[in-house]
């Protein structure tokens, strides 16, 4: 049974920083590709970073240039770091692969 869990979020000013952390369980993360995505409150989940099995990356305009996905095959997890966050950057964050979701973890921009 393939389990996805986020951690990472948190309060944070704007200009700051967080890494985001997607553990995998039950599936070897190498070996697919990864999402990170991202919704507010009445909004549609928004696809902010992808990495495929080969390590190709891609990003939402919105993001590019201050989030970065990455994995660590040894660990088994996807990470997201963010650099200089806004407060629209206000969301859950959920990472998914084949087709599971994780359950979120929330990132609050605010000063």
């Known amino acids: 049974q393939v389990q996805l869990v986020e951690s990472g979020g948190g309060l944070v000013q704007p200009g700051g920083s967080l890494r985001l952390s997607c553990a995998a369980s039950g599936i070897i993360i190498r070996y697919y590709a990864m999402d990170w995505y991202r919704q507010t409150p009445g909004k549609q989940r928004e696809l902010v970073a992808t990495?495929?099995?080969?390590?190709?990356?891609n990003y939402a305009d919105s993001v590019k240039g201050r989030f970065t996905i990455s994995r660590d095959n040894a660990k088994n997890i996807v990470y997201l770091q963010m650099n200089s966050l806004k407060p629209e950057d206000t969301a859950t964050y959920y990472c998914k692969m084949v087709g599971i979701w994780g359950q979120g973890t929330q990132v609050t921009v605010s000063s």
């Open positions: 990495m495929t099995s080969g390590g190709l990356t």
